[in-house]
């Protein structure tokens, strides 16, 4: 099935509301994205966040950046948004007085360092200050309600962005379930997370929105409507098989006590 991927007949498909635009620190119309492949600016190591190092643009995904830091590896990519408060233009740490660090990982000799950053900044094309948007205010309180769906990045695999349902509110927390994924890239965020989206926005920005998986959930709300099929499908959140793209609906085992089977692409 080829079939593109609709919130708003998956919405009444699933009997679901959307989480309300308020709920997000994102903004209301997603920043446009003016970066290109090639550009340097400087961004806090994700392994290492007190530091600040030098980063490339190794791609562009809808208000996104795939960033790599100068000097590590091809292994440790990372994907910010283009208001995000991790990345600023080169020359930002200096004007404040820190220093750029090496990244977590630096591939060369650490007495190479000085030399390094010196060529790696030698004839750089330098992402413009511009470019860099503000950060959206944060969200007055944690509103999401279980139940409501998003789209939320899949923090195994992170350039993906997923339809994906609120599984749990605890205080400023939510739990973030992956609809048709029988719960193995769940995972709780702040409600304020950068990485957690109102629906439309992939429509928005022009990322790949990925549909949902197609395994059936077998959680005991689940089991409950048995009775009728039809709704046991997408309504679930977590399912039982990854590795079976089967037509969805009954017949699969309650697989709840097997591990889920650490998926990677
Ligand atoms: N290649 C991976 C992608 C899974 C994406 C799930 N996102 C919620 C797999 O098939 O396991």
Redesign the pocket.
């Known amino acids: 099935k080829s079939e593109q991927f609709s919130w708003d007949d998956y919405l009444k498909e699933t009997e679901s509301i959307a989480a309300p635009l308020h709920c997000f620190k994102q903004s209301r119309i997603p920043p446009t994205n003016d970066f290109k492949v090639g550009m340097k600016l400087e961004a806090h190591d994700p392994r290492n966040v007190t530091s600040v190092c030098i980063a490339t643009i190794i791609g562009i995904t809808g208000a996104r950046l795939r960033l790599r830091l100068d000097g590590s590896d091809n292994k440790n990519d990372f994907w910010r948004l283009v208001d995000s408060s991790d990345i600023q233009p080169i020359g930002t740490c200096e004007k404040k007085g820190g220093m750029l660090q090496p990244p977590l990982g630096f591939q060369m000799n650490a007495s190479s360092w000085p030399m390094f950053l010196l060529r790696t900044l030698n004839g750089a094309e330098m992402a413009p200050a511009a470019f860099f948007k503000k950060e959206p205010p944060k969200p007055a309180a944690n509103c999401f309600k279980v139940g409501m769906k998003l789209e939320a990045i899949?923090r195994?695999?992170p350039y993906?962005i997923?339809p994906a349902t609120i599984g749990d509110v605890k205080g400023d927390e939510v739990f973030v379930t992956?609809d048709g994924?029988r719960g193995a890239?769940d995972y709780w965020c702040r409600c304020d997370s950068r990485d957690i989206f109102p629906v439309g926005w992939c429509s928005l920005t022009g990322d790949a929105l990925?549909p949902p998986?197609n395994n059936v959930s077998i959680t005991k709300s689940s089991a409950k409507i048995q009775s009728s099929p039809s709704k046991v499908t997408r309504r679930s959140m977590q399912s039982p098989q990854?590795s079976a793209p089967v037509p969805a609906q009954r017949g699969r085992k309650p697989g709840r006590g097997k591990p889920p089977g650490q998926?990677?692409?």
């Open positions: 899949d195994k695999n993906l997923c992956f994924w890239f990925q998986g990854k998926s990677t692409v």
